[in-house]
């Protein structure tokens, strides 16, 4: 068994009289990919910004290689090697394209050369490579979102929180930042992965944890809660009937 890379006993988060997060556990061991799914407003987010140092814990802790992390600022944790990639994109708006990378590629501990980090992004990516001067405040959504993702890969972190790289993007974007994130769990990369695309999630990592108003309800390998009824009614928009039925 690999070390376990981050691990969280007991985290609550709320917000004023609401509770997001209640006595959450988990952990991540090296090179695994571990998803976390739920419905709108279960708590993702919220778990991934108290991981990430950018909300105050109610109660709990957690740490990254053996360090607490609470409230420990998102950059330093970059630092260390722990990448988050915010919902919502979280690129520098007035910084171009190219700039955006090389600021994620300078916070790495280790130094590699850029310019050969920055070709194989444009290989991936050959739409950001096109834009590499544009502002990204005037890249459109979907690329917007492909920078965010095109910044965890080029940082190759020993640890990426993913919240939601596929909101908002065209089927043949989604299909490509997948493909970029295999990559980078083949390579090694810890992610933990929230994400709206159950079945491309559950492809994706070795193990899921379902959230349910800020309470993990189910857990178990991807593989298994992808043919778990209750995943595949709630989340994968598959009934019972449609599970067994001839060549599912
Ligand atoms: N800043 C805030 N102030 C008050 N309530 C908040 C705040 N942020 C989140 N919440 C509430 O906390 C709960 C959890 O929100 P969170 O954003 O963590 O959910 P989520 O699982 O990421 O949802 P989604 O799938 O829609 O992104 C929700 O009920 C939400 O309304
Ligand atoms: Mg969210």
Do not use: C
Request: no cysteine; aromatic share 4%; glycine share 8%.
């Amino acid at each position: 068994m690999s070390e376990v890379i981050l691990q969280a006993q007991g985290l609550s988060v709320s917000y004023g009289p609401i509770k997001a997060l209640r006595q959450v556990s988990l952990e991540v061991r090296r090179g695994e990919t571990l998803a976390v799914i739920g419905a709108n407003g279960a708590g993702k987010t919220s778990l991934m910004r108290a991981l990430s140092g950018l909300l105050p814990l109610a109660q709990g802790q957690a740490q990254f290689l053996g360090a607490q992390i609470a409230r420990t600022p998102t950059h330093a944790l970059a630092q260390r090697g722990m990448l988050h990639v915010p919902e919502g994109r979280g690129t520098l708006q007035t910084m171009p394209v190219i700039e955006n990378l090389r600021l994620a590629w300078e916070i790495r501990p280790s130094k590699e050369a850029f310019e050969p980090a920055l070709a194989k992004v444009y290989q991936r990516f050959p739409r950001l490579k096109e834009r590499s001067l544009q502002a990204a405040g005037n890249l459109s959504g979907g690329e917007q979102q492909m920078l965010s993702v095109a910044r965890a890969i080029i940082n190759r972190p020993q640890l990426v929180l993913l919240d939601e790289p596929s909101m908002g993007l065209s089927p043949l974007f989604t299909g490509e930042v997948f493909k970029a994130l295999a990559e980078l769990r083949d390579e090694g990369v810890s992610i933990l992965l929230v994400e709206q695309n159950v079945s491309r999630a559950l492809q994706l990592a070795h193990r899921a944890m379902v959230l349910t108003h800020g309470e993990f309800t189910l857990e178990g390998e991807a593989s298994a809660l992808a043919r778990d009824p209750r995943v595949m009614a709630s989340y994968l928009g598959k009934s019972e009937a449609m599970k067994t039925a001839p060549g599912d």
